[in-house]
């Protein structure tokens, strides 16, 4: 199995930036907490029977998702707008992104194109 | 069903080549016989049904599905059920003339997978082995990574077509996905291909696809379909036989729509379940008791022979 290591360098690069911006954030919107807790926030998404779960996401800037696949078949996580993706993640690996700017992010497996999820980062809760 | 004329001239069929090259690939192959254009399944491997006497027949095995890199309990050996295969292909009393391999050579899309399986396929004493990419052979790059193992003639693309035995073989991608939320497709650049592929080609000629996915719509919620297959079929529907050759579901069912026959393979590596089978949520590997596997994996013979309808095809599990 790969390392998880490996397979978390997509968005250790914008780890620094990602921070600071969620602090100013949460410091801005103290109601932010209701969604994500806290600046280092962490929201999971199982992979399993061929669906994300869950499939849609609500998150603030800032949060980390992590994707694990508990299928045993390998699947991916990879943005429509090439903003994100994971590598092939066979069974127990896991890919991880942090998400530092509103927006509505769909992504496929690209193995599977029928598999469809949804993170929609929202600055303010309910927009 | 299908009638066509006998193979044009020109096209003389080196049958016992044609018949090589099939029993390359397989493993657990079937061993597809064209004769008059339409292959039909012979009977598996190891079995006497590919030795005919046929003039001019063509004989080649197919397989699929290898997954080379899986070790789950589904299957902890797929490298021994390919042996296993292998050695049945090896022991046709006629050595076919090639063998096809339609997808999923690799698990994960691994170099080390492509080359571990490209070094185990040359353990066939055939001519060729055709390869044609699986989903799980592309999951990375594209067909970047496995193209460079099985690039068949040098073009730097995952499809291709050869003429042999009097049969024209088409080689095809339909593995990408252009765009999301739908079936995998063949897009259209290699959509422009095939037609120029089959353009000026006698109707009368004989056709065999390979093509990974299911070039009809088995079950789409599970993705067991291609969502530009119409544009492919309506090329192929002027040809009095064609004989498509799909892998991709791990387990044997056909279709036949006018002269087209449609045919998808048993697996080497694994079963899947049957398509939206109650109970089953995804298609993902069945585990079955080890004594059963064997029973559930398996490859295929066919012949083409020159004025027959219909090509012969024999499906045998690697418990016959």
């Known amino acids: 199995m790969r390392s998880l290591r490996s397979l978390l360098v997509s968005s250790s690069r914008r780890a620094a930036a990602v921070s600071v911006l969620a602090l100013c954030a949460a410091a801005a919107l103290p109601t932010l907490s209701a969604i994500a807790a806290s600046p280092a926030a962490t929201v999971t998404v199982d992979i399993t029977k061929f669906t994300y779960a869950p499939k849609e996401l609500t998150i603030a800037p800032g949060t980390r998702v992590v994707w694990t696949n508990k299928d045993e078949t390998p699947h991916t996580v990879t943005s429509n707008d090439k903003s994100f993706a994971s590598k092939g993640l066979d069974t127990g690996d896991k890919f991880e992104h942090t998400f530092a700017a509103p927006g509505d992010f769909d992504y496929i497996c690209t193995v599977h194109p029928f598999m469809t999820g949804t993170v929609h980062v929202r600055a303010i809760p309910g927009r | ?320």
């Open chain 2, 1 to 320: 069903m299908r009638t066509f004329d006998s193979t044009p001239p020109g096209h003389d069929p080196s049958r016992r080549q044609a018949l090589r090259c099939l029993a390359t690939w397989s493993g657990a192959a079937v061993v597809w016989t064209v004769a008059g254009g339409v292959p039909r399944a012979l009977g598996a491997t190891g079995a006497t049904g590919a030795s005919g006497g046929d003039a001019g027949a063509l004989t080649f095995v197919q397989i699929s599905d290898t997954h080379i890199g899986f070790r789950k309990d589904a299957n902890p050996d797929v490298v021994g059920s390919l042996r296993h295969a292998m050695a049945d292909i090896n022991a046709m009393p006629q050595t076919p003339a090639f063998v096809v391999h339609t997808g999923d050579v690799s698990h994960l899309s691994k170099p080390e997978e492509f080359g571990r399986a490209r070094e185990l396929l040359k353990e066939l004493r055939v001519d060729r082995v055709h390869t044609v990419p699986g989903e799980h052979d592309t999951i990375d790059d594209g067909v970047t990574g496995y193209l460079k193992y099985f690039d068949h003639d040098g073009k730097g693309r995952a499809y291709y077509s050869f003429d042999q035995g009097g049969v024209h073989f088409v080689g095809l991608n339909n593995v990408l996905n252009f765009k999301a939320g739908t079936l995998a497709a063949l897009g259209d650049d290699q959509l422009a291909w095939l037609k120029a592929d089959l353009a000026g080609r006698s109707a009368s000629t004989p056709v065999v696809v390979l093509a990974h996915i299911p070039l009809w719509t088995v079950w789409e919620p599970w993705g067991w379909g291609t969502a530009d297959s119409a544009q492919a079929m309506a090329l192929l529907r002027p040809f009095g036989s064609v004989t498509v050759l799909n892998g991709h579901i791990h387990q044997v069912l056909q279709k036949v729509e006018g002269n087209v026959e449609l045919h998808t393979a048993m697996s080497l590596a694994y079963p899947l379940p049957a398509p939206g089978q109650a109970g089953i949520g995804e298609p993902g590997p069945v585990t079955v008791p080890a004594g059963d596997l064997g029973k559930l994996l398996g490859t295929r013979t066919l012949t083409v022979v020159p004025g027959r309808e219909h090509v012969a095809l024999a499906d045998t599990s690697l418990a016959h």
